[in-house]
Every structure is written in structure tokens, then in C-alpha cells.
């Protein structure tokens, strides 16, 4: 039998499944052919969820730690034991002591129920602001109003040529690659911009490899050239931005040999891009996320968009920056599941979390973890355990043993999407949303969260607060689309909601002057320059790190969703180093390296690359082993724009070291030990 559904991996891609159950019980996913993104094909995250679902090192039971052990306990005792460790927190210091901290694991819209629950306790602390794209987000808002993207099927048509910026379409995006296939096949021009080595870039016209964090100097300087040569569109700037004069002046700044020497660009390449958006009409830039993850993220963002409106590339076909779909996060009420109107909310941001919890007053007593491992994924992770120590009781809901559940007190299981019926959706890219539905019933004692939540808050005796089912929520949600719209979504597993193919045609933006704002009085008002703006002073420095860390997506799998793959599983990552590094520290392809920084370091197997920027050393994210994270080596820092943490920031060294003995459990000490 074939059932449809739908993947609820954080992504770009958002795709439509087809499930299939064989006689032995193993689950064929592929792709819907129907889909207009997903076309048949699936990546290989999408098909570990069904290796992930039938996992032997699945969670099944509720456990709790006891001394150093985890006892399998009854859901009916785990829920009763947590419902008092709530109410001993509402008694001793208030509903600010109770913590929720999740993240997107799952693009389930029931899966923002649990804050419901949360919400009707009065209020609790919560983690706000983002490890993903906030900078990028808020820079677009500046510019445009809402960062919106073009439809896929427009740019494939229509553009001259695809800047991709810093985004790695091959690995993160991979149902983009079509398109881009169908419009080089028409003759458009593909330049790849980008500090690690990349696929595409091999299959692109141009490749440029910055200098990490240093794009925005690389936009303006190109805007420059645009300016003197009166590569410009006048009647967008005259009658749909506003600004232009105070960007026009500040680019003076930006002197092209001096920029050439800080992005590692040379001036004849920063000339062909400003040539290219200069004259080749219309440019589609793909942005990623990557680049706004440093102190000047945001400040890069609108300096991009500045270099792309101002040479005509915004609000016609075949153009546009895109970075987001924003306008997709409004297709339902989410009030209506949250009910947030009146809580009381602490927030914390997190990027911060570990400061912020270690500063919290009251202090939080209990932690929930949904949806997300923040032992893995938030910056400076060390200090993170070290604050969660201090968190009397900590619950964990996942699907594995993640780093995060390794440090509970409770983990409670919780279905995979196979088992699971919601809407899905993300807001990265296309505009279609899809419907997951149950393929194969929940294993072992596994719950959906909201069955979860729905059972504390009866523990709790306030079971009115969670009362409802799948469907009553979802109609609840949807309650402003008409029915047949709804049978569609079931039927068919998706609809496509129809958002504008060519985000502002009409020159009218979403700003607070309807214009395309090169200065901006909202980040005047925010403490930011006007116009975009990067200053090198801001660029890290330090004398004793030569190299910059980028702990970046997996090409693989999600994240740390690694557990059902062994090649992901070994106790030494593997460091992908520039040539540079290579050639100084004297590493050959298949040596033990020592990566290390003030904060962390670990025995790696490098790797050595021939492309990309000589001086960068990449490591998936996600991976633990040898007693870290790879976000023990990052730091708390902020990028400059709405609350996004610039983990990208992060120096590090390299040195080549003896092979690790085959048992060694290397921990940072030891690995010092090995140093050649
Ligand atoms: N396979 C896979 N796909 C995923 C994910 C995953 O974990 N695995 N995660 C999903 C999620 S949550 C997200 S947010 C997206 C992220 O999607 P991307 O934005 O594509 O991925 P990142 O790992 O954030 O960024 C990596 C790219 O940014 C480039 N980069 C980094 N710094 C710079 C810079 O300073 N300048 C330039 N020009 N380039 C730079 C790197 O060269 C690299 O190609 O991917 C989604 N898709
Ligand atoms: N150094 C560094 N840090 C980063 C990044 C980076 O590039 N470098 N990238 C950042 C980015 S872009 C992002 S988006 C964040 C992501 O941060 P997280 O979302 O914390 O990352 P994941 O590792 O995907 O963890 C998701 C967890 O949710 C679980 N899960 C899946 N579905 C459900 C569900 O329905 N319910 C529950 N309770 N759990 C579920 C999965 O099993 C998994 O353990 O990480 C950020 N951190
Ligand atoms: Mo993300």
C-alpha cells in the first residue's frame, strides 16, 4: 500500500513522500512525482527517517536517570513525576522557572501545541532568537519589508544568469538543482560564490572563494564599480527605493585593492561580478545562510541586496535576492494553537543560553527540550552543560539518545513522522505545504508531543488545557481556508498556496516608506547605520589562530540526526583543510591533525582540499565524540541584526599529530599528548 506524507526536516527543500510498507516491515520512502519541487526524488535525510524509525538505538520507553543509570519507568509515573516538579517550581519562584527550549527538529505545525501548554501555565521562560538565519531575516525586513523569494519555476525561465551566494545548493537545497539545470540548459550563466569548496561550483562559469565574513566588502566594492560606470537602474532608484544618495556616498569607503586584500578576491574578479550584475539583466541571487552567521552577517545580507536593486534586479522576472519565504509563515492562525494573548514569557535568547541561564533570577529549576539538541547546536556548549547541571530536573522529548538527552533527568520518547499525522511546511524557499500522515503505528511506547502534553497537563489536573485531537487542531489552524482547499491538502498530500512568483512587481514594498530602502531609519533606530555598511575593524583577529573553523551542515544527514548512520558514528571527525593550512602545517591528505582553539580541541583525520579558501578549516556540525561538540569550539557571540548567533566567527589552528592509539578515548587533554 502506498500512503502519502511528507518530510518535517528543517529545509529548504520541504518535500512530499510516498511511503511504502514491505511484508518484512522496512519503509520505502520516495518522492511524490506529483510535487512540483519534489518531483520523484528524495535526498538521502529524507529516506534515514525511515532507517531512523526502525533504529535498534531508538528511544521506546520513558527513562529516567537514576545515579548513573537510565531505569525504564511507566508514561503514568514519568508524567506524574513531572507534573510535580512543575508544580514545586509554580510554588517556589513562578512559572519564569520553568524552561522551554526548542528549535525546528520537526516543521510539524501541531508541534507548536507545546507551547500552549507552556503558555497556559501563566507564562514560562523560552528560548527566542535564532542559531539559524535571524541576522539575514531582519536585514531583508530592512530592505524590502519581509525577505519573500521568487518561485523556482521563475527563475529557471527567466534568469540571464544565478549568482548562488554563499548558499551550497548540492547539499542543502539539492531540488533547486534542476531548475538551475533548466536555466543554464536555456544559456544562463552560473557563478558560485563561496568559502568552502562546493560541487556546483565546479559546474558553474565562475567560482569566487572570499575570505570567510568578508562578502559584504565584496558587494559594496562591486556596487562601487556599478556606481562610477553608471551601471545603475535610475528609474528604480528615482521611483521605488529611497537612499540610494547616502549608500552612493559611503561606498567611497570600500577602495578596491584595499578590499581585494581582505575578502582574498582579486580586483579583476570583484570587477566581473560588479560587471555581471551590472549588465547582465536579470541576475537571480540564491543567498544562504552561512554568510549572516558572523558578527557583520546582517550588514553582508543588505549589502547584497543593495548591490542587486540598485543594478535592477529586484521586482522582475528572473530576479530578486532570495533568501526566505516569509509571507508562507502566515497561511495559518497560530494563535488559535498557541494562545499565547496574556502568557507571561521570559525569554532567552539562544544564541546566549548558556549565560543567560547561568544569570537567570529566579533561576530555572525545570527544563523541557523539544524538538532540538542544544547540547549539539548552540554556541559554546561547554559552558552549556556546565549551566545545565545546575537545572534540577531536565526533561528531554526525542526519538535517540541525542547529547542534549545524554544530560536529562527525563527522556521521553516521542513518534517519528511515519508514525504521525500534521501539516508540514518551512518558510525557506517554495511556497507549497504537505500533509503527513500515519504510515506505521508509534513503536514501543512512543507518543506524538501533543499526546504528551496533553497527558502532563491532566497530571497536573488542568487537562482543559490541552484538550483537543489532530483533527479538531488542524481545522482550528486552518480555519480561514475554504474546505475544498483542506480536502486538497489531504488528498493529494500538498498544496501549493500560491504566493507571487515575482515578490514586488508592483514597486511596492513592505517597508515603512513602500519603498526599497537603501538607508533605512528602522536600522538607524535599531543602533546600525543606515545604509549597509562593513567595518574591518570588526573582522576577528587574533595572532595565535591563524585559520578559521567552519562548523557547517552536514553533506549527509541533518545536523546531528546521525545516529542510524555509521559512517557519521566514529570517535575522529574529519577536518577538511584549505591548501594553505596544508602546506604550512605540513598535513598530507589521510594525516592525524590536532584542531584546536582557547576553548576546545580534537583529534580529526584531515582531508585537504584543493578549492575554496586556502585558510579554512570545515567540519560537519552535529558530530560529538572525544568529551565535545563541535560547538564547544564556537563562542556566544551575536551577529549584528535581530538575535542570531555568528558562530562562523571562530578561529582556530591546526597541527599535524601522531596517529591516535586504536583505543584511545582521546579527551582534550589527552589529545595534547599526541601533538608531534
Ligand atoms: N544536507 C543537509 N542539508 C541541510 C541541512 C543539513 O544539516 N544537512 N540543514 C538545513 C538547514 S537548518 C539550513 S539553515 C540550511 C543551510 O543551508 P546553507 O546556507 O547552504 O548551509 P550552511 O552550512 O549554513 O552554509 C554553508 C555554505 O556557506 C558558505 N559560507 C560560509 N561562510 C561563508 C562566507 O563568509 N562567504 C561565502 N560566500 N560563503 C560562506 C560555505 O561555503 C558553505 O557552502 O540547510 C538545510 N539543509
Ligand atoms: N556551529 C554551528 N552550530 C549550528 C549551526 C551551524 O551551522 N554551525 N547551524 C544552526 C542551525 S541553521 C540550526 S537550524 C540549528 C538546529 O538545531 P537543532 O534543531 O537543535 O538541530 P538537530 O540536530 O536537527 O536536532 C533536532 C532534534 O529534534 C529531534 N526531533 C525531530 N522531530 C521531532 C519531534 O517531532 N519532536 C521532538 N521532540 N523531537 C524531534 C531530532 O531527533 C533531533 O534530535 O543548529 C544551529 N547550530
Ligand atoms: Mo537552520
Not at 518535517?8 to 512525482?33: H, M, Q, T
Not at 562559469?205 to 556606481?227: F, H
Not at 479538531?472 to 501549493?496: Q, T, Y
Not at 568529551?627 to 578561529?651: E, H, K, M, R, W
Request: charge should be negative; charged fraction near 25%.
Amino acid at each position: 500500500m502506498k500512503v502519502k506524507t511528507a518530510c518535517p526536516i528543517d529545509c529548504y527543500d520541504a518535500c512530499a513522500f510516498i511511503a511504502e510498507v514491505g511484508e518484512d516491515g522496512e519503509i520505502r520512502l520516495s518522492g511524490n512525482p506529483e510535487h512540483p519541487i519534489t518531483r520523484g526524488t528524495i535526498c538521502n535525510r529524507g529516506r534515514q527517517l525511515a532507517v531512523r524509525r526502525n533504529s535498534r538505538d531508538r528511544v521506546l520507553y520513558p527513562l529516567k536517570r537514576e545515579g548513573d543509570r537510565w531505569t525504564r519507568i511507566s508514561w503514568k509515573r514519568a508524567m506524574r513525576e513531572i507534573a510535580e516538579e512543575i508544580q514545586r517550581t509554580l510554588d517556589e519562584v513562578g512559572h519564569h522557572g520553568i524552561l522551554h527550549y526548542y528549535d525546528w527538529g520537526s516543521g510539524g505545525l501541531l508541534k507548536s501545541l507545546n507551547q500552549r501548554f507552556f503558555y497556559a501555565l501563566g507564562g514560562c521562560s523560552e528560548a527566542i532568537g535564532s542559531l539559524c538565519w535571524d541576522a539575514g531575516i531582519r536585514a531583508q525586513a530592512y530592505d524590502f519589508g519581509l525577505a519573500n523569494s521568487h518561485s523556482p519555476e521563475d527563475m529557471a525561465e527567466h534568469a540571464e544568469a544565478i549568482v548562488v551566494w554563499g548558499r551550497n545548493v548540492a547539499n542543502t537545497n539539492v531540488h533547486m538543482i534542476p531548475f538551475i539545470r533548466q536555466a543554464q540548459a536555456r544559456g544562463a550563466k552560473l557563478v558560485v560564490i563561496t568559502t568552502l569548496p562546493q560541487d556546483l561550483a565546479r559546474r558553474a562559469d565562475k567560482a569566487i572563494y572570499p575570505r570567510p565574513g568578508t562578502d559584504g566588502l565584496l558587494a559594496l566594492a562591486a556596487l562601487r564599480i556599478c556606481r562610477d560606470e553608471g551601471w545603475l537602474d535610475r528609474a528604480f532608484l528615482q521611483d521605488r527605493a529611497i537612499g540610494w544618495e547616502d549608500l552612493a556616498a559611503d561606498l567611497d569607503r570600500y577602495d578596491l585593492d584595499e578590499v581585494a586584500r581582505w575578502t582574498d578576491v582579486p580586483v579583476e574578479d570583484i570587477r566581473f561580478l560588479a560587471e555581471l550584475y551590472g549588465k547582465t539583466k536579470p541576475v537571480c541571487t540564491l543567498l544562504g545562510i552561512g554568510m549572516q552567521r558572523y558578527a557583520q552577517g546582517g550588514q553582508t545580507i543588505r549589502a547584497i541586496d543593495a548591490l542587486a536593486a540598485a543594478t535592477g534586479h529586484v521586482g522582475i522576472p528572473g530576479g530578486g535576492v532570495n533568501y526566505a519565504q516569509r509571507q508562507l509563515g502566515r497561511f495559518y492562525d497560530e494563535e488559535a494553537i498557541i494562545n499565547r494573548r496574556g502568557a507571561d514569557v521570559r525569554e532567552m535568547l539562544r544564541p546566549t543560553l548558556a549565560a543567560d541561564l547561568l544569570a537567570a533570577d529566579p533561576p530555572v529549576q525545570v527544563m523541557f527540550v523539544t524538538r532540538s539538541n542544544p547540547v549539539a547546536q548552540v554556541p559554546d556548549s561547554g559552558r552549556l552543560r556546565e549551566a545545565m547541571a545546575h537545572i534540577r530536573c531536565k526533561v528531554v522529548i526525542d526519538t535517540f539518545m541525542t547529547a542534549t538527552a545524554e544530560c536529562a533527568d527525563y527522556v521521553l520518547p516521542c513518534t517519528n513522522v511515519l508514525e504521525e499525522e500534521d501539516v508540514v511546511y518551512t518558510t525557506m524557499w517554495h511556497d507549497c505545504v504537505s500533509y503527513a500522515r500515519p504510515v506505521v503505528p508509534p513503536r514501543g511506547e512512543a507518543k506524538p508531543e501533543w499526546e504528551i502534553f496533553r497527558d502532563l497537563a491532566a497530571a497536573l489536573g488542568r487537562p482543559e488545557i490541552m484538550e483537543g485531537d489532530v483533527d479538531s487542531w488542524i481545522r482550528r489552524a486552518l480555519r480561514r481556508w475554504p474546505a475544498d482547499k483542506v480536502n486538497e491538502l489531504r488528498e493529494r498530500g500538498f498544496v501549493r498556496l500560491g504566493a507571487p512568483s515575482v515578490p514586488w512587481q508592483d514597486g511596492r514594498f513592505l517597508t515603512p516608506s513602500g519603498k526599497f530602502e537603501f538607508a533605512s531609519a528602522a536600522a538607524a533606530r535599531d543602533g546600525h547605520s543606515a545604509v549597509a555598511r562593513i567595518d574591518v575593524g570588526r573582522f576577528p583577529k587574533d595572532a595565535n589562530l591563524p585559520y578559521t573553523l567552519l562548523t557547517v551542515h552536514p553533506r549527509k544527514w541533518q545536523m546531528s540526526q546521525r545516529d542510524t548512520l555509521p559512517e557519521a558514528k566514529g570517535p575522529y571527525p574529519i577536518a577538511e583543510l584549505g591548501s594553505e593550512i596544508a602546506a604550512d602545517r605540513g598535513i598530507q591528505d589521510g594525516d592525524w591533525v590536532h584542531v584546536r582553539n582557547s576553548k576546545a580541541s580534537v583529534i580529526a583525520r584531515a582531508r585537504v582540499t584543493v578549492e575554496g579558501h586556502p585558510r579554512v578549516v570545515r567540519m560537519e556540525i552535529g558530530w560529538h565524540g572525544q568529551g565535545v561538540t563541535l560547538n564547544d569550539f564556537t563562542s556566544d557571540g551575536l551577529a549584528d541584526f535581530g538575535i542570531q548567533a555568528a558562530q562562523y566567527d571562530c578561529l582556530c589552528d591546526v597541527v599535524r599529530v601522531a596517529a591516535p592509539h586504536e583505543n584511545a578515548r582521546a579527551s582534550g587533554s589527552e589529545a595534547l599528548a599526541h601533538q608531534v
